[in-house]
């Protein structure tokens, strides 16, 4: 049996170390909101629409005419996008095969953590695999949000005698500063422009005709 993406984990841990930044903060019991966006994608669509793109970077996708004629029927058209209108063009042609959407609230400097899974049960094993994902906002005093954003992919086998695999890669980390209400392309499996990909987690091998981005955007709440 296999269980579509649903959201796993959303909590508020306690901070221990503050993102790097000259800029301080407005106040230290700023209050941030993040919300992280986990859209897995259907790469075939695109390629039916004769269409491709890649990730140029944490706020821009470049779509562009692929080696097909196109299908017609896209919302999705050439040029560079903004990563949110990127996303909106895809689910309105209907291209996003799941999405999870999660929002913590937390203090400024604080760890907001959110975990999307896909959980497979079987005969002998339970097999839990899915992007994790760590975000501390730091609230500047221009208004704006550091982010330091580090993530993992979850891979553990569980046995029903009670033992353990965890196969999950050590946890990759970035850093970035965006406008309150900005969404941010933080993570991808797709293509990504190797000279552009500065702020970019990797999640390495995507599944067959399918990828995945995930988007973080953090808002200051209002006092």
């Known amino acids: ?39 897995v ?17 944490t706020d821009r996708v470049r779509v562009s005419q692929g080696g097909r004629r196109a299908s017609g029927g896209a919302h999705v058209h050439v040029g560079t996008h903004g990563a949110s209108a990127f996303l909106e063009a895809v689910r309105a042609s209907r291209w996003i095969r799941s999405e999870s959407t999660q929002q913590v609230l937390a203090l400024s400097g604080a760890e907001a953590l959110v975990s999307s899974t896909t959980l497979s049960v079987g005969r002998r094993a339970a097999h839990t695999r899915g992007p994790m994902l760590a975000v501390i906002p730091t609230v500047l005093e221009d208004g704006r949000v550091h982010l330091r954003v580090s993530a993992r992919v979850e891979d553990a086998v569980t046995y029903p005698w009670g033992y353990g695999v965890d196969g999950s ?24 422009e190797s000279t552009r990909e500065r702020g970019l987690l990797w999640w390495g091998t995507s599944e067959q005709g399918r990828d995945v981005l995930v988007a973080v955007t953090a808002h200051v709440m209002a006092r």
Request: hydrophobic content about 55%; cysteine-free; charged content about 15%.
């Open 1 to 39: 049996m296999r269980l579509a993406l649903v959201p796993a984990m959303l909590v508020a841990l306690p901070g221990i170390l503050a993102p790097h930044s000259t800029a301080a903060q407005i106040a230290p019991n700023a209050h941030v909101r993040v919300t992280a966006r986990i859209v």
């Open 41 to 57: 994608i259907d790469r075939d669509a695109f390629t039916r629409a004769g269409l491709e793109y890649v990730v140029l970077g």
């Open 169 to 192: 890669p050590a946890a990759v980390e970035t850093e970035l500063i965006a406008a309150s209400g900005e969404e941010m392309i933080v993570g991808s499996s797709s293509m990504v």
